[in-house]
């Protein structure tokens, strides 16, 4: 009888200690709904790219002395440099320049490594389309200007996480001018230098 009894005791702690968790669990929940939700409503609202984002690669031209160095440390040696010897110059000339992102994997290593810095990443990372050989980027489609989030006037440019003020977490409706958390180095250095006491002028006292 004793035991019959404790079974019961122990059955109605544990039905209604289940039911107080479920409980909190609702209130959790129904607390979460009256948050503003954290969804970045793209394409209405885009997150600005961060400042070493590797998007689409930029090229110019002109920088250009088809070296092939980006051709060697690319990891499946894809831009196809194309370039004839002047005899008279004893100089390579560029004819073409071309990089097919259907295959790029955008590591980054040919900008890491051109010598002239011809190459550059922006952050354009929209490059969807419909036929992938649309995607071979010859040196004309290379050197368009890259689009960007913050001059397109039909988005909402949103700040990534690190890009926000101290103690911000959320990137809606945070002031664009309010800067980063932290002080770049040279607002470092101009308060180090505030602090500093004055040198001696040297006069004899
Ligand atoms: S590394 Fe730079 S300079 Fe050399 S071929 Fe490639 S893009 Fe041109
Ligand atoms: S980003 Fe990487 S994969 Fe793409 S072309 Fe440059 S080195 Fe090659």
């Known amino acids: 009888m004793f035991g019959f009894l404790k079974q019961v005791g122990d059955y109605t702690k544990d039905a209604v200690s289940a039911a107080r968790y479920i409980t909190d669990g609702l209130s959790v929940t129904f607390d979460h709904l009256k948050r503003r939700p954290i969804t970045v409503q793209y394409p209405y609202e885009k997150l600005i790219p961060s400042e070493r984002y590797r998007g689409r690669i930029h090229f110019e031209f002109d920088k250009c002395i088809a070296c092939e160095v980006c051709v060697r440390v690319c990891p499946i040696n894809l831009p196809v440099v194309d370039w004839v010897a002047n005899k008279e110059t004893k100089k390579k000339e560029l004819r073409n320049y071309s990089i097919d992102f259907g295959v790029c994997i955008f590591c980054g290593n040919c900008v890491e490594y051109c010598p002239t810095n011809c190459l550059s990443m922006t952050e354009e990372y929209e490059l969807a389309a419909f036929d992938r050989h649309s995607l071979n980027y010859d040196n004309v489609a290379l050197g368009r200007l890259p689009t960007s989030v913050t001059t397109d006037p039909a988005v909402t440019p949103l700040k990534e996480f690190g890009y926000l003020p101290k103690g911000v977490i959320d990137p809606h409706g945070v002031d664009p001018s ?28």
Do not use: N
């Open 178 to 205: 309010r800067p980063r958390a932290g002080a770049r180095p040279d607002q470092i250095l101009a308060a180090q230098a505030a602090a500093a006491p004055a040198p001696d002028s040297g006069a004899p006292s």
